[in-house]
Nanobody, 124 residues
């Protein structure tokens, strides 16, 4: 069993930055791919970014490429999402997810464990 707890969400003005954190606990997670997804009311969960267990492969949705950066600290069981140049359309609940695979898929169905999410609100 893996437990994920996100933090760092909040209200920010457009153009601002936030850093989301995800604390991972439970079984060894360092060989799992990790990802961030986001969701707004009435919409399906949307892929944001994913990284392999080594961090050597990282993929981003086109909508966040160049603005968001995913990093992981396996020694401390943490993953981070640095979000810069935020836009109102980035407003969503952001979820951290862990896969049983080492491959960083963009499909949410590939992720077994999920946090409860943290709300990011970007005002215009």
């Amino acid at each position: 069993q893996v437990s994920l707890v996100e933090s760092g969400g909040g209200l920010v003005q457009a153009g601002g930055s936030l850093r989301l954190s995800c604390q991972v606990s439970g079984r060894t997670y360092s060989r799992n791919a990790m990802a961030w997804f986001r969701q707004t009311p009435g919409k399906e969960r949307e892929f944001v970014t994913a990284t392999s267990w080594s961090g050597g492969e990282t993929y981003y949705a086109d909508s966040v490429k160049g603005r968001f950066t995913f990093s992981r600290d396996n020694a401390n069981n943490m993953v981070y999402l640095q979000m810069n140049s935020l836009k109102p359309e980035d407003t969503a609940v952001y979820y951290c997810a862990a896969s049983l695979s080492s491959v960083p898929y963009s499909d949410s169905a590939r992720y077994r464990y999920w946090g409860k999410g943290t709300l990011v609100t970007v005002s215009s």
